[in-house]
């Protein structure tokens, strides 16, 4: 008698009572994929990974060898995920670094996975200690491609813009600021200071929804109002934006057609990232056993709910192809035109490096040339696809399009307790620098590594017979 699953793979997670490290199968039971794994504790626990099993075989398709930093930082001593820091086991540099410059907020959500709020306010890390932090960002990657300043709400620290001062001051290729927009919405003054730092800067917009419910309950406030307003300075100023969308199954996911055709009618806008819900520090009223999402159930939901992308245009990112999938698009007069179906994946799996900002890329610019070169039909006319340079920098291209025509839908989705797979968090891309100068992937860094939390995981840390020096 058979099995009802296809017994697809093998791999390590950790129990999402204890944390403790357990083998896990990966199973395939028709078109959903799931992490079935077992604690001597506290049993077997089935984990729903995937609902759409063809995109998730199909992100094997899209490795590629990693990129390793300048820098390791912490031995191998007990094994991932206990070692974070890098260690040499971790297979993939920091694309994007996130620097924590205060944990105070002017916002109190009931979703925050940094648990910050008015009550951490006096909390602000001092401007030394940022130095500091983007320093290690420097040591690490040489030049790193993004280090995103964020918090609590990064906008009230006082010495605000003397950290993107210091920033700038380094050489670091992209600067974004991750902000809840209230400052902004309400300080012309402030919207036009940060004006100042363009281009290669961008602001990470919080942006759940179109209507009021869902901001009530992520957010605790509805803040449509405030996020208008914000937008309006932003379009004012022409200050590039992601809007950043956190999703939770049953409330919002059947926003994102609305979004997305909200934001392609933004100037400003460049993009929107769309975030499930990590299980991971302030998560009150949310249930993981019911409101979780997958990364191939927002992408499903983005192919039925818009027109704006075909199934082909929302590929695997390689630098991590489990958590990361994106869709690039050129906004034009005529309306809007994918991109990233039109290109070989063999262009992205063949780039000299990795970043989650393909716009950068010298391979996807070199694909761009090489489909401008053959197209030969009247439909690629030489016209249309010069079309398709503008969302590259430093390319001629007509005057009446811009980089600003570019837009980008990224959805990243964050391991938690529940969802863990070692094999995949090795790959995280999206780091965090620990107050005391570690990289630590954004994954673990909110599950034990925040506040003191290194706690809940000393039970499990048995020594390796050989340590794995930091030069391997």
Not at 96 to 109: K, M, R, S
Request: some cysteine; aromatic content about 8%.
């Amino acid at each position: 008698m058979d099995r009802p699953y296809l017994f697809y793979e093998l791999t390590n997670s950790i129990c999402a009572t204890c944390f403790r490290k357990v083998e896990a199968k990966v199973l395939i039971e028709g078109d959903l994929v799931y992490l079935q794994k077992w604690c001597p504790e506290h049993g077997r626990q089935k984990v729903l990974i995937s609902t759409d099993a063809a995109y998730y075989r199909r992100c094997r398709e899209f490795l590629k060898p990693g990129q390793m930093p300048k820098k390791f930082n912490t031995p191998i001593r007990y094994g991932c995920p206990y070692d974070c820091g890098l260690c040499p086991d971790h297979e993939q540099h920091s694309c994007l670094t996130l620097i924590e410059i205060t944990d105070g907020c002017n916002l109190t959500c009931p979703i925050c996975y940094s648990d910050s709020g008015p009550h951490r306010n006096a909390s602000h890390k001092s401007l030394e200690q940022v130095e500091f932090l983007l320093d290690c960002c420097v040591r690490n990657e040489g030049e790193p491609d993004v280090v995103q300043i964020s918090g609590g709400e990064p906008t009230i620290h006082p010495q605000f813009f003397e950290i993107l001062d210091a920033a700038r001051g380094r050489p670091i290729k992209h600067l974004m600021v991750n902000t809840n927009g209230v400052r902004i919405a309400g300080d012309a003054e402030f919207t036009r200071r940060l004006a100042t730092y363009m281009p290669g800067f961008e602001l990470y917009l919080q942006f759940d929804s179109v209507r009021p419910e869902p901001q009530r309950v992520l957010r605790g406030a509805d803040l449509t109002d405030v996020r208008r307003r914000a937008l309006d300075r932003l379009n004012e100023h022409d200050i590039s934006t992601t809007l950043v969308v956190t999703l939770q199954k049953g409330l919002n996911d059947d926003q994102i057609g609305e979004i997305l055709e909200f934001a392609v009618q933004q100037p400003c806008v460049r993009g929107v990232t769309f975030q499930p819900i990590q299980d991971a520090g302030r998560t009150q009223g949310f249930n993981p056993a019911t409101d979780r999402l997958t990364l191939g159930e927002v992408r499903q939901q983005i192919l039925r709910q818009s027109s704006l992308f075909a199934e082909r245009d929302l590929i695997p990112v390689p630098c991590h192809p489990d958590c990361l999938c994106m869709g690039y698009s050129l906004k034009t007069a005529a309306g809007v035109v994918p991109l990233t179906g039109l290109l070989d994946p063999q262009a992205l799996l063949g780039a000299e490096g990795s970043t989650i900002m393909y716009e950068q890329s010298h391979a996807l610019r070199n694909e761009l040339f090489r489909l401008f070169s053959t197209a030969a039909s009247p439909v690629s006319s030489a016209a249309s696809l010069a079309q398709l340079l503008c969302c590259l920098p430093n390319i001629p291209i007509p005057d009446a399009l811009h980089y600003n025509n570019v837009f980008r839908v990224l959805i990243v989705q964050f391991l938690d307790a529940h969802s863990m797979d070692i094999r995949s968090v090795k790959r995280t891309c999206v780091h965090i620098v620990h107050p005391d100068g570690r990289i630590i992937p954004f994954d673990t860094y909110n599950l034990f590594y925040r506040d003191g939390r290194e706690g809940l995981i000393e039970r499990w840390k048995e020594p390796a017979v050989n340590l794995v020096p930091l030069e391997c």
